[in-house]
């Protein structure tokens, strides 16, 4: 069914059940995946501190990239991957291009019902343009909407 799947995947709560249903899928259809994790670009000129926060944030990262595909090994799965810096929806796109993905598994937030869920995130972005299928699982936590006492 599947041949190499990207899984997108910003190491909190939104993407563990989809990291599931990459594993899972990757399994059963007996692909390889290719993770990706993205580290949203700050767009300032040559800037010394942005340079060492990227450094921070790309060794960080790298901690829980390790432990990922180390899951994805233990399910039998193979698995390689990278960490960029770039924006989130392009950059996820032009990994499923370059490497020639058929899938891209990634998280989404759950909102509540008295929450409103807003365009221009990372997975609506991708929906409308991928050429490729998306499979977009919700994650285990709900977003909640602001309380009476948090808005002005």
């Known amino acids: 069914m599947f041949k190499k799947i990207l899984f997108a995947s910003e190491f909190g709560p939104v993407s563990s059940n989809a990291e599931r249903y990459a594993i899972d899928l990757a399994r059963t259809s ?13 767009h300032l000129d040559d800037d ?15 901690f829980q990239f390790d432990k990922i595909l180390e899951r994805f090994r233990e399910a039998e799965v193979s698995c390689d991957g990278h960490i960029e810096i770039g924006q989130r929806w392009r950059s996820i796109l032009a990994a499923a291009d370059e490497y020639d993905c058929d899938l891209i598994v990634l998280g989404t937030r759950r909102f509540d019902d008295h929450s409103r869920p807003y365009l221009g995130t990372t997975s609506h ?24 006492a948090d808005t002005p």
């Open 125 to 148: 972005k991708i929906f409308m343009t991928s050429p490729v299928p998306l499979l977009v699982i919700p994650s285990v936590t709900t977003v909640a909407a602001p309380s009476r």
């Open 30 to 42: 007996r692909a390889s995946c290719h993770l990706i994790h993205v580290i949203e670009a700050i």
């Open 48 to 62: 010394q501190e942005v340079e060492n926060l990227y450094t921070n944030l790309k060794a960080r990262a790298s």
